[in-house]
């Protein structure tokens, strides 16, 4: 193996601010992130994060929160991971999963805000249950939200967000405030992403691609 990748996998292993199977606390702050963060900040989540864009951007504008990057895979996790720790950001964790066993992580009410960012689009119907935009996940999300819990999602796939703001109209997820751009480089909601592009985003922004954007917000059940 290449002596790079062999020194991501040690970091990986040994650094604290990120929760992977081998580790002995892989799990053991679910309904207590709190204790992880040593207070008791919003804890936001960016789910198939990649390298984290999100995650560390955020966490350096908006220190009153914690931040959690979710990826299966954790030669991305790396990044986000090393680069906390390069910039002393004690508001950042990660953890390696599939985002199926989402549960296992947080208790109901103990998430505040979900990012989806340029997630695969699964475009067979077959694969439906794996986007991370679908009814499914919005489900699983929705089950550890509290009321006001938002959710922000962009992608360049104007096929899946299409399909994104139909499933949304599923009476069970029940969300007001909902806005939505298919370009949000031309758009006054492009305000509020502070200049975060992600890895995916850089690479369709350099084709010319738009970007789709909507965010919303959950009601009470
Ligand atoms: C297209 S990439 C986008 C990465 C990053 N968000 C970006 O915008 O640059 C999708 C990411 O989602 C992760 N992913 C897809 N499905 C997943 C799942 N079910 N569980 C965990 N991670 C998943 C992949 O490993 C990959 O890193």
């Not at 689009?121 to 089950?143: D, H, Q, T, V």
Request: proline share 5%; glycine share 6%; charged share 25%.
């Amino acid at each position: 193996m290449a002596r790079k990748k062999l020194m991501r996998f040690k970091w990986n292993e040994e650094v604290h601010n990120l929760f992977q199977p081998e580790k002995e606390n892989y799990k053991a702050y679910k309904g207590k992130w709190n204790e992880y963060f040593k207070n008791d900040h919003p804890i936001i989540l960016e789910v198939g994060c990649g390298r984290a864009e999100y995650t560390t951007g955020l966490a350096a504008l908006f220190p009153e929160n914690n931040y959690i990057g979710l990826d299966i895979k954790g030669a991305r996790l790396w990044k986000g991971s090393s680069l906390s720790v390069e910039q002393g950001l004690t508001n950042t964790a990660f953890i390696r999963t599939k985002l199926q066993n989402l549960e296992d992580f947080f208790l109901p009410g103990e998430v505040k805000g979900v990012w989806i960012t340029f997630p695969d689009p699964k475009p067979r119907e077959s694969e439906a249950k794996l986007r991370l935009s679908g009814l499914r996940f919005m489900n699983i999300y929705r089950k550890l939200m509290p009321a006001g819990g938002k959710v922000f999602f962009k992608t360049d796939n104007k096929v899946l967000f299409d399909h994104t703001l139909e499933v949304l109209q599923d009476p069970s997820l029940k969300i007001a405030n909902l806005e939505f751009t298919h370009d949000l480089y031309q758009s006054d909601l492009l305000a509020e992403h502070y200049g975060i592009q992600t890895t995916y985003e850089k690479t369709y922004l350099n084709q010319g691609v738009p970007i789709n954007y909507l965010k919303f917000d959950f009601l009470p059940i």
